[in-house]
């Protein structure tokens, strides 16, 4: 297992509410990456995170945000929920520049539902 | 953008036997290719990954190729074992460390 954890693990919203998502990063690593994986597809990119910028931002809307923090860890900020965002967010963190070791290492992932 | 695509999308295959996954990509600037399984509920676990400067790359049972001027690159499995039954995703990047985009998935099946 790698040392990248999420909470919460599972989380029920109705429409239009806010959630945030918290991912802590495996130690030495300076970066945050943030997908969405609807059910029966591949993980999208939604942004990334390096020493507490945004670094790259996918083809999400603004009310989808987030946060790094000076220890590296980071939030995933939802506004205005939808149906279509329910789906599994998974947080990946890397230590880019790295060489041979700047790998991505994916977390457990936390189940959202929007009802 | 970068596109990925990967085929099949569900392989069945007999314990014992080898599996091939294929993937296409779309930029010619990317050079990072990694491999992930991920089990029912479970978080997607790096396998192997290659980059442009090598053409294949072996690990035990699992092996990559990469094909750059053909934009293509493969997963191949050999002597499957039930435990190796999950989802595989290609992705591809321009740096390790940057946005990976990835492959639909392909559902492997290894029957005993």
């Known amino acids: 297992e790698t040392g990248v954890t999420q909470s919460p693990t599972h989380l029920i919203k109705t429409r239009g509410q806010q959630v945030t998502l918290r991912c802590s990063s495996q130690s030495g690593h300076n970066t945050v990456s943030w997908y969405q994986q609807a059910l029966g597809q591949g993980p999208q990119f939604i942004f990334q995170y390096y020493r507490e910028e945004e670094n790259g931002r996918g083809n999400f809307p603004p009310r989808f945000s987030g946060l790094q923090f000076p220890n590296y860890s980071s939030e995933l900020n939802v506004n205005a929920l939808e149906l279509d965002d329910s789906a599994l967010y998974l947080c990946?963190?890397?230590?880019?520049?790295?060489?041979?070791?700047?790998?991505?290492?994916f977390g457990p992932g936390t189940r959202l539902t929007v009802l | 953008g970068e596109n990925v695509e990967q085929h099949p999308s569900t392989l069945s295959v007999q314990e014992g036997d080898s599996a091939v996954i294929k993937c296409t990509y779309s930029?010619?600037?990317?050079?990072?290719f990694p491999w992930y399984k991920q089990e029912l509920g479970k978080r997607p676990q790096l396998i192997i990954d290659?980059?442009?400067?090598?053409g294949e790359k072996k690990d035990q049972r699992i092996a990559v190729t990469l094909n750059k001027t053909a934009k293509h690159f493969s997963l191949h499995i050999t002597e499957t074992q039930p435990e190796d039954s999950a989802v595989y995703f290609c992705?591809?990047?321009?740096?390790?460390?940057?946005?990976?985009?990835f492959g639909g998935g392909t559902r492997l099946m290894v029957k005993p």
């Open positions: 930029d010619s600037a990317s050079n990072y």
């Open positions: 290659i980059r442009s400067n090598v």
């Open positions: 992705a591809a990047s321009n740096n390790a460390g940057n946005m990976l985009t």
């Open positions: 990946a963190s890397s230590l880019p520049g790295s060489g041979s070791t700047d790998t991505q290492y």
